[in-house]
T-cell receptor, first 112, second 115 residues
Framework: SQKIEQNSEALNIQEGKTATLTCNYT??????LQWYRQDPGRGPVFLLL???NEKEKRKERLKVTFDTTLKQSLFHITASQPADSATYLC???????????WGAGTKLIIKP | DAGVIQSPRHEVTEMGQEVTLRCKPI?????LFWYRQTMMRGLELLIY????????DSGMPEDRFSAKMPNASFSTLKIQPSEPRDSAVYFC?????????????FGPGTRLTVL
């Protein structure tokens, strides 16, 4: 079965630096890969989606890459701010399937 | 729009009791998802509906769990009888489009504690 690995330890980054989070998966490549943000006591909030035929996607300070050879997606936040501190989840989605397979998430802490 | 609404926000109950969680999706959305989140297992899809019809309930852990969607604006997830291992945060999410890639909007969750 498909497994997803995200950094289990919290990632501490100095404000202003680029934060990079990793999402690795096993087995077959998904058709889509999504990234969500989750704050304490709240539900996940969608950030970005990247398709398997896309190498990179950007949205403001966010950038996602997708490498089907390495079976890995990287999520970057440039010019990080303390307000970016949250848990970031990646989710895999197979073609024509509404079911998302979720990673455990990585807690990001941006220090002022 | 108020977003996805869930109630109650917190529920504490004793083992063996019936628990009912409620969800109101975003108006106009025709997909509704129920998830469970724990530290050990992360976020798991339990069941999802399209136009009020259950499409995939393969994630429902046991017969003790049941979900209904009597109309487009309301869904319930029921656990009967509840057990301590059911303690988790339960999320409801809805999606409005016909594309599988359409964004899922999550509610604030119900934190369930079974003693």
């Amino acid at each position: 079965s498909q497994k997803i690995e995200q950094n289990s330890e919290a990632l501490n980054i100095q404000e202003g630096k680029t934060a990079t989070l990793t999402c690795n998966y096993t087995n077959y490549s998904p058709a889509y890969l999504q990234w969500y943000r989750q704050d304490p006591g709240r539900g996940p909030v969608f950030l970005l989606l990247i398709r398997e035929n896309e190498k990179e996607k950007r949205k403001e300070r966010l950038k996602v890459t997708f490498d089907t050879t390495l079976k890995q997606s990287l999520f970057h936040i440039t010019a990080s701010q303390p307000a970016d501190s949250a848990t970031y989840l990646c989710a895999l989605q197979m073609d024509s399937n509404y079911q998302l397979i979720w990673g455990a998430g990585t807690k990001l802490i941006i220090k002022p | 729009d108020a977003g996805v609404i869930q109630s109650p926000r917190h529920e504490v109950t004793e083992m063996g009791q019936e628990v009912t969680l409620r969800c109101k999706p975003i108006s106009g959305h025709d997909y509704l998802f129920w998830y469970r989140q724990t530290m050990m297992r992360g976020l798991e899809l339990l069941i999802y509906f399209n136009n009020n019809v259950p499409i995939d309930d393969s994630g429902m852990p046991e017969d003790r769990f049941s979900a209904k969607m009597p109309n487009a604006s309301f869904s319930t997830l029921k656990i009967q009888p509840s057990e301590p291992r059911d303690s988790a945060v339960y999320f409801c999410a809805s999606s409005g489009g016909t594309e599988v890639t359409d964004t899922q909007y999550f509610g604030p969750g119900t934190r369930l504690t079974v003693l």
